[in-house]
């Protein structure tokens, strides 16, 4: 069982909705990431987060420590959205000093 | 350039050829790691460094070498490539001693064994 678990695999909705991914895993961690990757593109990190939520545009990020569960907001969603966020957990461990542990990503597709 | 760079971008190579795959990051991070990328898996690591002459398997190891003489380069060799090495490669850098542990991620290199 993968450790990192995401849903919804595949997601399209159309422009202007708000969009939900979410994130749980099984693991102690220190952190979690959010990244976000463009069709042939590199891997941009969205958010870290250890507790509480962040926001940064219309993307919002929370996550439930005691839960093991991570959710992804996108606002007002736009096609220049769509794009595979991946979820990724660091070892509390070793505090991310072995890597990361990623899901195995949830596509978006944002209709105009 | 500063940043994470790889090189090559693109490589096709034949089964049981040995391919070396370059990164290099400008930011003197000490913390490098090497992942693999594929369908239905996502990404996994392959084998990570803390610092120079300093590294260590992740999960999936089997196949690959890696060295790390310079903080700034992190090479990944594949010494006699197998079909099943055909993959995207990306690189990341982290530097974990003061706290800024976000990593960063190297643009990929897609790799294809014929």
């Known amino acids: 069982k993968n450790e990192v678990e995401q849903s919804p695999q595949n997601l399209t909705a159309q422009e202007g909705e708000f969009i939900t991914i979410n994130c749980s895993y099984s693991v102690g961690i220190s952190a979690l990431h959010w990244l976000q990757q463009h069709p042939g593109g590199g891997i941009v990190s969205l958010f870290m987060l250890s507790s509480g939520k962040k926001k940064h545009g219309r993307l919002i990020a929370t996550i439930n420590i005691q839960e093991k569960h991570s959710s992804l907001h996108i606002t007002a969603s736009h096609p220049r959205d769509s794009a595979v966020y991946i979820c990724a957990v660091r070892s509390a461990i070793k505090g991310g000093a072995d890597g990361l542990t990623f899901g195995k990503g949830t596509h978006l597709i944002i209709q105009p | 350039d500063a940043g994470i760079t790889q090189s090559p971008r693109y490589k096709i190579t034949e089964t049981g050829r040995q391919v070396t795959l370059m990164c290099h990051q400008t930011?003197?991070?000490?913390?490098m790691f090497w992942y693999r990328q594929d369908l239905g898996h996502g990404l996994r690591l392959i084998y990570y460094s803390a610092a120079a002459d300093i590294t260590d398997k992740g999960e999936v190891p089997d196949g690959y070498v890696v060295s790390r003489s310079k903080t700034e380069n992190f090479p990944l060799t594949l010494e006699s490539a197998t079909r099943s090495q055909t993959s995207v490669y990306f690189c990341?850098?982290?530097?974990?001693?003061?706290?800024?542990?976000?990593?960063?991620f190297g643009p990929g290199t897609r790799l294809t064994v014929l």
């Open positions: 990341a850098s982290s530097d974990m001693g003061l706290g800024i542990n976000e990593q960063f």
């Open positions: 930011w003197s991070h000490s913390y």
